[in-house]
């Protein structure tokens, strides 16, 4: 049996206590929560984490190659006008450790770390509808009290560990790449395989494959991917972004999805075939999520969407020198970034070789994980690591995780039983005073997610000091307005390409067993935004508040 190396955090001393507001993580969006309800409105807060220190994604996801598709100057927090200044990133796409440090030193900044309990996993929270308040239970058994429960717990971290039948027998080590050794994982002379070719496995397999004796790829949906062209940024950058900082903010700010690009107001067949390939042409030189943005209908219009599509097939089949691989790789079955589109260093270059070979898993299903690695309906694959880059329960996972259960005795679980169902991606009817921070039903992860977190963040901060102005104690999404939210979740969605990716875990469709809903809010970030603002300005209009 395999010993699975994950960096399960230790619980610390006895938590306890009664506060004004529980936040459970401690990642970008628990970090500003706590920062803002303690140094803009005074309250006592507690965050509970469950890792050893702050960072969230960036402290679980380690991973070999692991750093932001968002570019650095804008995967970053943009509140503070200092700490745009203070900080400087040296990288496009700044790693993994460039980003924890970032987040570390947030937290020294701002002084956070002494209202943080680390290694305090929260396993079930209650509302109190005698007291008005939520009991919250940790894995050590401790209880803590507070009147507002805000849930910052990620959208992408509950590891998706496939249920494949034989991993317990597995004589090799395993890891999911989201829950990745602190002291790393030597892949020196190692037989590796690794199952999933998302963002992760994609950012993965270039860099594994430097070091391992040999890397089998195993695909189950063929992926679309465009060069990021990571490059340590100029000096002249450096000076942009600082003096630039208020503008790259607006248009943060003012952009569908949060990037500090604005996509092309140009249609996809109002150029000649020939203005289309080299625009295509420049963007793939360019690099980066941009690529989405060469045209303003990729997203809406399958033929516009087709011209992208078939401009990445062909650059994958011309990277590609091994023929078959290269028809597996660009057999891709849904439209350009309908699924999360990956960004890469080298990936389709890496199946060029000798020590690199794709298994096609729609050819030949994995059946069973064996002791000695991993087999397919036609082959076996002898393996001394297993790597799992098999995404997360994504954005419902850690809060059901929470378990929770609201006014009269409703546990989450049941609510949600048939999907997602929340007002705003902000709160949810039946549990007053619990909000979510990119919760289902908010643009989340369709944006550079810390321009959606800080837009949660500043919301749920100005409700709550509108609350305590007006002396309110109660706030809860009412049930007909969760319902209209969730028509315009789902229009929003038809409105695109997004739906045709019916295998996306936007639709919950990578676990086994999940309602299939589209879960986040495609309406664009700036839209949204405003949407929340007018909500608030009409007095939280289809919330209920009462004294
Ligand atoms: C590998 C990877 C790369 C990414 N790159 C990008 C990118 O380039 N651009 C982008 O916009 N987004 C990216 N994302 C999405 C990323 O998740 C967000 O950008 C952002 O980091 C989310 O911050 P958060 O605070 O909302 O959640 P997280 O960072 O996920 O933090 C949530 C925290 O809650 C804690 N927690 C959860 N449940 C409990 C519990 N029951 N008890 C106690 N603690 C709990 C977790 O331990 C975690 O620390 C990436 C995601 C991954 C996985
Ligand atoms: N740098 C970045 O910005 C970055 C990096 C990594 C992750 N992320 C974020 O995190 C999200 C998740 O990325 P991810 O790559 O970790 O997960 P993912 O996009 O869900 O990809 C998981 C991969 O594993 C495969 N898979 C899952 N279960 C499987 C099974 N039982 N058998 C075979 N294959 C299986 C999936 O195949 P199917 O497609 O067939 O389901 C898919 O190829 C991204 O979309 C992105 O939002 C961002």
């Avoid at 507690?46 to 692991?66: I, S």
């Avoid at 309602?515 to 603002?533: D, K, Q, S, T």
């Amino acid at each position: 049996m395999t010993s699975v190396k994950t960096n399960s955090a230790t619980p610390r001393s006895a938590v306890t206590g009664t506060f004004d507001a529980l936040i459970v993580g401690a990642g970008f969006a628990g970090l500003y929560q706590l920062l803002c309800l303690c140094d803009r409105l005074g309250l006592s807060v507690r965050v509970l984490e469950t890792a050893d220190g702050v960072g969230g994604t960036w402290y679980w996801n380690r991973y070999p190659g692991a750093r932001c598709d968002s570019e650095s100057h804008s995967y970053c927090y943009s509140f503070s006008d200092a700490l745009l200044q203070e900080w400087e990133w040296t990288e496009r796409y700044p790693e993994q450790p460039e980003i924890i440090r970032y987040l570390n030193f947030v937290a020294d900044r701002f002084d956070l770390r002494r209202d943080i309990s680390f290694g305090t996993r929260v396993t079930a929270a209650r509302f109190d509808a005698a007291t008005h308040r939520w009991l919250v239970t940790t894995e050590a058994g401790d209880t803590l009290s507070a009147k507002f429960l805000i849930a910052a717990v990620g959208c992408l971290s509950a590891a998706n560990i496939p249920n494949i039948p034989g991993l317990d027998d597995f004589a090799g080590d395993w890891y999911h790449t989201g829950q990745w050794p602190h002291d790393g994982v030597d892949f020196t002379g190692k037989r590796v395989g690794m199952i999933g070719t998302g963002s992760t496995g994609i950012q993965a397999a270039p860099v594994i494959a430097e070091t391992a004796a040999h890397l089998t790829v195993f695909q189950r949906t063929a992926n679309y991917s465009v060069p990021a062209r990571n490059a340590p940024l100029t000096a002249e950058f450096k000076r942009y972004v600082k003096a630039n900082a208020a503008e790259i903010r607006r248009v943060m700010r003012a952009t569908t999805n949060g990037h500090a690009f604005t996509i092309s107001d140009r249609l996809t067949f109002d150029v000649t075939p020939e203005e289309r390939q080299a625009l295509y042409e420049a963007a793939w030189e360019k690099g980066g999520l941009q690529f989405r943005a060469t045209f303003q209908d990729l997203m809406v219009d399958r033929a516009a969407n087709d011209t992208a599509a078939s401009f990445i097939r062909a650059k994958i089949r011309e990277i590609v020198k091994d023929d078959k691989t290269a028809a597996a790789l660009s057999d891709i079955d849904h439209p350009y970034a309908a699924k999360r589109p990956p960004i890469d260093t080298g990936y389709f270059e890496t199946f060029n070789r000798a020590n690199v070979s794709l298994v096609d898993l729609r050819a030949s299903p994995i059946e069973r994980i064996t002791p000695t690695g991993i087999a397919t309906r036609d082959a076996a694959f002898d393996l001394d690591i297993i790597v799992f880059a098999t995404g997360f329960d994504a954005m419902t996972g850690p809060l059901l995780k929470l378990e929770i259960t609201g006014r009269d005795g409703i546990a989450l679980r049941d609510a949600w039983r048939v999907g997602p169902r929340s007002y705003l991606g902000l709160q949810i009817a039946g549990f007053p005073n619990l909000f979510t921070v990119t919760g289902p039903g908010s643009p989340s992860v369709l944006c550079n997610m810390p321009v959606a977190i800080e837009q949660h963040v500043e919301w749920i901060t100005d409700c709550i000091a509108h609350m305590r102005e007006h002396g309110l104690q109660c706030i809860e999404a009412r049930s007909e307005a969760a319902d209209q939210w969730l028509e315009q979740v789902n229009a929003a969605a038809n409105a695109t390409l997004l739906p045709l990716a019916t295998h996306s875990w936007y639709f919950g469709a990578n676990v086994p067993g999940k309602p299939r809903v589209f879960m986040p809010y495609a309406g664009g970030m700036a839209r949204y935004r405003e949407i929340c603002a007018e909500i608030a300005a009409r007095g939280y209009e289809g919330f209920a508040l009462s004294g």
